[in-house]
């Protein structure tokens, strides 16, 4: 790989030597679980129920921390493992989430797109109010080697053409899919992946589907194409946003 790419995968693969395994986080699909899965794993944090806000770095391994010859020796034995999401589902969920909750998106992102794309925004706005539309435009004249990687494609973060996973589970069978892989790496019979919380609404087929409808079609056509290998390499169909599909 390239040194840019090289550099984004190595991040985002994190390391187990005790179970054999190299798992590659994706954010919006469940990531922040399966790492306090690895922190219970190595002995860092006594339950995946443990009430502490996460640390996203702290006891964790990432290939980026390891000398080329320890990562080609991991890459070659280790288990690899992702975990993939509808990319439109995705980028939906990132959007409520990072400028529907989280103040230093709206600060260091929402501004800069409100910015850009609003007629008539001042010099300094709140970023607070962006809207679907806007973070579409915005998508849609990103590189996306260079995204953040909260709605990166998966593509670029994990790499999946380069390094050979066995396994790549799903959102849409998350609970299903984790067991198994918790199965294959041999991990203790007390560590599980934990529950969905209570409190959590994940984006829904309707909520999508008016989001999408709600989007100009030609902003929708330039974005897409920036997802397409997600959509085609993890066999998610493209959304249907067709006049006719939106009257529904």
């Known amino acids: 790989?390239?040194?840019?790419?090289?550099?984004?995968?190595?991040?985002?693969?994190?390391?187990?030597?005790?179970?054999?395994?190299?798992?590659?986080?994706?954010?919006?699909?469940?990531?922040?679980?399966?790492?306090?899965?690895?922190?219970?794993?190595?002995?860092?944090?006594?339950?995946?129920?443990?009430?502490?806000?996460?640390?996203?770095?702290?006891?964790?391994?990432?290939?980026?921390?390891?000398?080329?010859?320890?990562?080609?020796?991991?890459?070659?034995?280790?288990?690899?493992?992702?975990?993939?999401?509808?990319?439109?589902?995705?980028?939906?969920?990132?959007?409520?989430?990072?400028?529907?909750?989280?103040?230093?998106?709206?600060?260091?992102?929402?501004?800069?797109?409100?910015?850009?794309?609003?007629?008539?925004?001042?010099?300094?706005?709140?970023?607070?109010?962006?809207t679907f539309p806007e973070f579409l435009r915005y998508l849609a004249d990103e590189d996306p080697e260079r995204m953040n990687e909260h709605w990166m494609p998966v593509y670029h973060l994990c790499q999946p053409c380069a390094v050979r996973y066995d396994f790549v589970g799903s959102y849409e069978r998350l609970e299903a899919d984790a067991n198994h892989v918790l199965e294959r790496v041999r991990a203790p019979p007390h560590v599980r992946f934990p529950a969905r919380q209570a409190w959590y609404r994940p984006a829904s087929p309707e909520s999508l589907h008016y989001h999408l409808c709600s989007a100009p079609r030609a902003l929708l056509h330039d974005v897409l194409p920036k997802y397409i290998l997600d959509f085609s390499l993890f066999a998610y169909p493209l959304p249907n946003v067709t006049r006719?599909?939106?009257r529904q």
């Not at 798992?23 to 944090?45: H, I, M, T």
């Open 244 to 246: 006719e599909a939106c």
């Open 1 to 130: 790989l390239p040194a840019g790419p090289r550099r984004t995968l190595l991040r985002h693969v994190l390391v187990s030597d005790r179970y054999r395994f190299l798992y590659c986080y994706v954010p919006k699909v469940a990531c922040s679980n399966w790492k306090r899965v690895l922190k219970v794993l190595a002995g860092a944090l006594g339950s995946v129920d443990a009430r502490l806000k996460m640390d996203h770095r702290a006891d964790l391994v990432f290939l980026a921390d390891l000398r080329p010859d320890q990562i080609r020796h991991r890459l070659r034995h280790y288990f690899k493992f992702l975990f993939v999401r509808d990319p439109a589902e995705r980028l939906l969920s990132a959007y409520r989430n990072k400028f529907g909750e989280i103040p230093e998106y709206q600060r260091r992102y929402g501004a800069e797109i409100v910015r850009r794309y609003r007629p008539g925004a001042g010099p300094d706005p709140a970023g607070d109010d962006v």
